[in-house]
């Protein structure tokens, strides 16, 4: 769960502390932002769209200007994908596929961050620093369509300059956008070459090598740069939705949904029939077997999904989380889908149920290092320091989950991580206390990903790349969970 408090290769030159973040220190300490909170390159006001009275007629430029703004606002300015696209006024602008199209190459541009940046540096003369912000990150979206989403030179090149030319930030750095971006189409192995963790920066590709070899760390940067697909999870009959969605279903029971359908304009989504979850996310809570009639408290449980599920099978649910907001979205979710759950608002490490759960689900607060491929600007707005506080509040939640629960009562536990300090370390912590034991995984419980099962018993849902079949792959979030049982 989110937390809702808040390789090796060849290097480029670059400055001091690029591949800390965008929003890192300088090499004197100081942030790159002036007292106003603004970065002192800021943009100047740009009235270029205003002679047009509203809406723009769309050619093409007007969507990678778009993207190249909702970049610079995550990169330079901090915000995070949702509050870039709310703040765009050139997002703002644009519709129907245009819209879908910017945030795409906004997207693709984030999930290959760091390789791009290293691969732009070998075109230039001067550090990335130097560039204006507005035409640097030009670059980058250039550099996404050809290099990431592989859009025809021709289109990306001069759609992209033509940006350029119309944002008055960027007009001056027109020609250099035009010759470098032709650069990157003639010489893509500056960017082929470099290994696929350089996407990150460096703490996290060196934290994940260490943690997980180098091998399952490449993974899991391959699959960061696959476009993420949307998945379903359905109250009934996956295949029969998957025939009527035009979708794949998974052998795990999700649909899996082509690429750019349209949510709310698919059949079954106002009778709630259906709701998003990751197909990973979706084993935990069937991993509990038949739940029908059970009373299953789901810790953190925000935005639903896994109370949905658990409901839908018959258990009784009471949904627990911190933030009144997160659980309103919880009571959304199950008024659309129109199924029935408890609700609370409160601090799990403190309440405690009237009557025991038969069991629980406790989805943990983390660093959330295993949605990176949804959440790609993630790795860039947090630093090494910050992510060793989790697992003393996870192994906290876990001896709250065991007061909550009746002797012989199942809990699962999971993080949307790969990271083992947040997940078997504390698993096997809580099991050498001799409170719980551990109920190992099987193979047949969890269709798709049965190699992803560890000599535990857990399972940690990590990418399997065959490259004779590669058709077979299930992309999805890292996992990792594990089952154990009160003593």
Known sequence: MNDTSSGKGPRSPRGPNRRSGPNSQNSSGERTRSRSGKNPRSKPQDNSTKRTGGKLPQNGWQSRRAAADILMRIVHEGADM????????????????????????ASAALRAFGRIDDALETYLDRPLEKIDPAVLSLLRVGCAQLWVLKAPSYAAVDATVEAARQWKPAS???????????????EPEAYESLPASRIWPDWLSERFSSALGE????NIAMMQMLEPRIDLTVKSDPEAWAQKLEGTALPSGS??????????????????????????????????????????GDLCAAPGGKTMQLASKGAKVTAIDLSEQRIEKVRENLERTGLKAKTQVTDARHWRPAEPFDAVLLDAPCSALGTLRRHPEGAWRRNDKGLDRYSGLQIKLVQAAYDMMKSGGTMLYCVCTPLP???????????????WISKPITPEEVPGYEHAIDDFGGLLSLPKFDIENPEDLITSDVFYM????KV
Do not use: C, H
């Not at 001056?172 to 003639?186: Q, T």
């Not at 300090?421 to 409170?435: C, F, L, Q, Y």
């Open 82 to 105: 949702d509050e870039a696209l709310a703040s765009s006024k050139f997002f703002d602008e644009l519709e129907g596929p245009d819209r879908g199209f910017a945030r795409a190459i």
């Open 172 to 186: 001056r750095g027109g020609g250099m956008v035009n010759a470098i971006l032709r650069r990157a189409g003639r």
């Open 215 to 218: 091998e399952t760390t490449q």
């Open 255 to 296: 649909v899996r949904l082509p690429t750019g359908a349209s949510l709310t304009e698919l059949e079954g989504y106002v009778e709630g029939e259906w709701w998003v979850q990751d197909v990973a996310a979706t084993l935990p809570a069937q991993l509990f077997g038949d739940v029908k009639g059970l009373s299953i």
């Open 421 to 435: 300090a947040e997940g078997i370390e504390v698993v096997k912590e809580a099991v050498d206390s001799g409170k």
């Open 482 to 485: 594990a089952r154990l049982e």
